[in-house]
């Protein structure tokens, strides 16, 4: 669109104006200028995160996983009770905002297929090659168990009960064994989402659906944090419903619908993030004092012998619930607060030609190639490393402060060798090919901003996967 057409309603303006906290005029489509960085860079922290998340799982007090430490650690249960509520949820609602800026630039069919090229090879790539080593070593683990491992893998590729278990339940049996997807389930949730929600996103995106969220974004600007707290409701009542669910990150799969629908509703409006912003304290407080509350729960529960996924639903889901959206409050109102202070006037061609030549953009740039790939090789890379590391006779904390080193360097290390360098594994990874830009195309690109986030945004997991 020029520079003069009218703008659109609910398309995003200057970064500053959002940490201010006042409604601010809709702007046009993106300019390259208009690249999130943060939100790249936010997605980057979170899959790295999960090096450190899961290899608390390993030396977690009751929680089963594939390697557990023998003398399991009441402080790392704390950690992952803490940390599942929201990083999940979290990636989930940037997807949702990475949806629609990728809907900005291609039509519904087109932003269809590059989800299934994006989300579904991966997954089965993942599905093929890594997710049975997990399982196989874990059986390996057990006294008797000498199956070779090619028999092993024929027996978990069995492709009837796949098709039969995985999508209703998220299991399937084979040989006498039941098997899951591990981490990889949220890739083949998010696809599923994306395709199930493509007609609601194409009404949001025409004229009537504009006029809704420009409401929405209205009420928003004007009342932040009770229309915020009402946001929490669905999540709240789907959770005490359905309970938390074991194989996805301790909530219920249907749950992660909400922060991915009110995620790509913030990237349509600039209010909702400057209601956000404005409703950063209340949140921290609430999250907080939810968070208190769940501990407390928990710890009542463990005393009596009883099972927090077992004894707590309905009202453990519903207070999960509260916590988990009031924690993606906080962190979003505090994150687009300080990248607004850090970026001013973003919609200046000024201060588009700063930030894409900043470090943060580099390092989104970097982050946006290399999150899918860690996010597959990292599960696999902490239990093939636990396995060795919980025979050491050391202390916990040495042992886990060194699984988190070895995991993160061994996974880094396996993505710039394998998969980063060739354009089969770029393929298999969900990376796009190398580009090959003419003579004419790299003298443009020396002397234009970076391109806007593309649907590519948002892959991973910050919860533990309990079985």
Sequence with gaps: MPATA????????????????????????????????????????????????????????????????????????????????????LLFLVSGMGVRYAMRSRPAGAFAAERLARLGIPFITGLVLLVPTMFYLEQLAQPGVHQPYWRFWLTFINIPSIAGG?????????????????????????????????????????????????????????????????????VMVTE????????????????????????????????????????????????????????????????????????????????QGLAGWAWLVAIMGFAGSLAARHYPGRGSAKAGTGVTGGRLPRAARYA?????????????????????IVRWHAPIAGKYAALVIVSFAATFGLYEALIRRFRLTRFLFGIKPRSKPSAVGARTAASSPAPTIGSHLARHTAAARYR
Excluded: C
């Design 6 to 89: 009218p703008a659109r309603p609910g398309e995003r303006p200057a970064a500053a104006a959002v940490a201010a906290g006042t409604r601010v005029p809709a702007s046009g489509p993106p300019s390259r200028a208009s690249r999130r960085p943060e939100l790249d860079v936010m997605r980057a922290l979170v899959v790295a995160g999960l090096v450190v998340f899961h290899s608390a799982v390993v030396f977690a007090a009751g929680a089963s996983w594939f390697v557990k430490d023998p003398r399991p650690s009441l402080g790392f249960t704390v950690f992952l009770l803490w940390g599942s509520l929201w990083g999940m949820p």
């Design 166 to 234: 995985l999508l209703p339940r998220g299991t399937w049996s084979s040989g006498g064994v039941n098997f899951d997807p591990a981490h990889l389930w949220f890739l083949y949730v998010l696809l599923v989402f994306s395709l199930v929600l493509l007609p609601l996103f194409g009404y949001l995106r025409g004229p009537r659906g504009a006029r809704l969220v420009g409401r929405t974004a209205g009420l928003a600007a004007r009342h932040p944090v009770a229309t915020l707290a009402a946001a929490a409701v669905p």
């Design 240 to 319: 005490a419903v359905f309970g938390p669910d074991v194989n996805t990150g301790g909530w219920e799969r249907t749950a992660y619908v909400f922060p991915f629908l009110y995620g790509f509703l913030i990237g349509a409006d600039a209010r909702f993030e400057s209601a956000l912003a404005r409703a950063r304290w209340p949140a921290l407080a609430a999250a907080i004092a939810a968070t208190a509350g769940l501990l407390g729960w928990a710890a009542a529960l463990n005393a009596a012998g009883t099972s927090v996924m077992t004894g707590a639903a309905p009202g453990w889901g519903a207070l």
């Design 368 to 388: 946006n190639e290399a999150v899918l790939p860690f996010y597959l090789l990292h599960e696999p890379v902490i239990v093939a490393a636990a396995g060795l």
